[in-house]
């Protein structure tokens, strides 16, 4: 596997179910990120993570939780969802946080919360 | 009003030039950048400029930056119905260094 891998990519949840997305990166990156994409609204960045560490935390509600184990793993965990959270969530990876490192983005995961 | 705002749709004949434009709004913003985003993929990085810098030319593509007006644009020459895609416009806040702030995306449809 070569840049940054995602999966499921495809999933369909009810509201009190529990599902975790996954993500990694195969490109010796240290900073790896967690992105919104909803329809008709810019893309949302979720949280941040450095060298295994959160740095960045937007706001996001309590029902996303994310967990970075290692530099190359990066995990979303998802209970009691709301329709509204249906979008597509991207994870990207960079060499380092700082601006300027070109952000290497993965396929997505298509969620819907029915 | 947004922090990067993108005109919607575009549509431009195959073989023509396309410019896509973008303004930002934080005078700060240290690196500007333009990501593409086929269907059903992710966003690729195409190329990025310094704010120090006017203009950045690779291949086909051509950004131009004026920062006095915070415009960016995207040129691509000689457009191909491969190019069909959206692009989306970033810049990265010197505040917030990594933290990218995206447009909502231009939707490039090439017709041949």
């Known amino acids: 596997e070569t840049g940054v891998t995602q999966t499921p990519r495809h999933l369909v949840m009810g509201m009190t179910n529990k599902k975790s997305l996954k993500c990694e990166q195969h490109l010796g990156h240290n900073a790896m990120y967690w992105y919104k994409q909803s329809a008709k609204k810019p893309l949302e960045l979720m949280f941040v993570?450095?060298?295994?560490?959160?740095?960045e935390n937007n706001s996001v509600p309590s029902r996303f939780s994310p967990e970075c184990p290692n530099s190359s793993h990066l995990f979303l965990h998802l209970h009691t969802l709301q329709p509204e959270d249906s979008a597509l969530y991207l994870c990207?990876?960079?060499?380092?946080?700082?601006?300027?490192?070109?952000?290497?983005f993965g396929p997505g995961t298509r969620l819907t919360v029915t | 009003g947004e922090d990067v705002e993108q005109s919607l749709f575009l549509s431009v004949r195959e073989g023509d030039s396309s410019v896509i434009n973008c303004t930002y709004t934080?005078?700060?913003?240290?690196?500007l950048y333009w990501y593409k985003q086929e269907p059903g993929a992710g966003l690729q990085l195409l190329t990025y400029i310094f704010s120090n810098m006017d203009m950045k030319q690779d291949q086909r593509l051509t950004v131009l930056l004026n920062k006095k007006d915070k415009h960016l644009s995207l040129r691509i020459a000689d457009t191909q119905t491969g190019d069909s895609a959206i692009y989306f416009c970033?810049?990265?806040?010197?505040?917030?260094?990594?933290?990218?702030?995206f447009g909502k995306g231009t939707k490039l449809s090439v017709k041949p």
């Open positions: 970033a810049e990265s806040k010197a505040r917030s260094q990594g933290n990218l702030i």
């Open positions: 993570y450095n060298f295994k560490e959160q740095t």
């Open positions: 934080d005078s700060s913003s240290t690196y």
């Open positions: 990207a990876s960079s060499q380092d946080r700082a601006g300027g490192y070109e952000q290497y």
